[in-house]
């Protein structure tokens, strides 16, 4: 009874099949991670034209920077769909 | 199935043979000496191997298939870890133009103000000099007359304020 018992556990672990491979999430590159720098303002009582146009180059070279790590988020977005797909 | 993960494959393919052979070989004797139980548990055992056997295989085939996702999660992670450099190179490049640019719009204007700019009309026409001689002139004028009215640096920072 024992032997048969045994024998029948040993048989009904049949169905029981893993696959042990995982793909690991890949982590972004640290440039695109950091967060945007805040705007700049201009400081100080009086302020010429020229500090003036140079606070808004700075803030549009920041937006610009901002700009190209959306971008490149999203190539990185599509590149890694695009090599996790390739595994199935 | 999960017992056989821990089973070396040349053992199991001992154990399988083995079951098979003793089953047959067990069904003849019991045949021949016309015994049913050795018969009966012959039978029994080699219906385990067959059961094994196919097991057996069914493994192999899981762990030819385990391999093949290793080798493809390895290659993935390999390309994923490409395209990462590939990626921040191209923010480091991108980000290095951008940055060059504004320094140089910067640096005109500066120019301009302190008068260096020798090496901005060094390549103009004479109608081209006249021009950015007016636009200077226009530029120190405008600097010493005019300052930016306090309303526009306060509605300037309001508006770089996200809040």
């Known amino acids: 009874m024992k032997i048969t018992a045994l024998l ?13 491979v995982v793909a690991k ?3 972004a590159p640290k440039s ?5 720098p805040p705007l700049k303002k201009i400081e100080g009582e009086q302020v010429s034209i020229v500090e003036l146009h140079t606070k ?9 920077e901002c700009a190209i790590k959306v971008e490149e988020w999203n190539n990185w977005h599509v590149k890694q769909k695009k090599i996790f797909e390739e595994i199935k | 199935m999960w017992l056989l993960h821990l089973l070396p494959d040349s053992l199991i393919l001992f154990i399988t043979y083995a079951m098979l052979f003793l089953g047959i070989a067990g069904v003849i004797v019991g045949y021949i ?22 097991g ?12 093949e996702m290793q080798e493809k999660v390895k290659l993935a992670e390999e390309k994923s870890k490409a395209a990462n450099e590939e990626i921040e190179q191209q923010v480091i490049e991108k980000t290095k133009v951008v940055r060059e640019k504004g320094r140089k719009q910067v640096e005109y204007i500066t120019r ?12 103009m026409s004479e109608e081209e000099k006249q021009a950015f001689l007016t636009k200077q002139k226009e530029l120190q ?5 005019c300052p930016v009215p306090r309303i526009i640096v306060e509605e300037h920072n309001k508006a770089a304020d996200p809040k």
Do not use: H
Not at chain 2, 33 to 54: A, D, E, M, P, R
């Open chain 1, 32 to 36: 695109l991670t950091e967060p945007c």
């Open chain 2, 33 to 54: 000496l016309n015994k049913l139980t050795i018969q009966i548990v012959s039978f029994i055992v080699f219906v385990c191997g067959v059961y094994w056997y196919g």
């Open chain 2, 56 to 67: 057996y295989s069914t493994e192999m085939q899981w762990r030819a298939k385990v391999a």
């Open chain 2, 141 to 145: 004028d405008a600097l010493k007359n």
């Open chain 1, 56 to 64: 808004v180059v700075e803030n549009y070279t920041q937006y610009y």
């Open chain 2, 112 to 123: 301009m103000v302190e008068g260096k700019t020798v090496e901005i009309i060094k390549d």
């Open chain 1, 8 to 20: 029948l556990s040993l048989l009904l672990v049949g169905c029981s099949t893993t696959v042990p």
């Open chain 1, 25 to 27: 999430f890949p982590t």
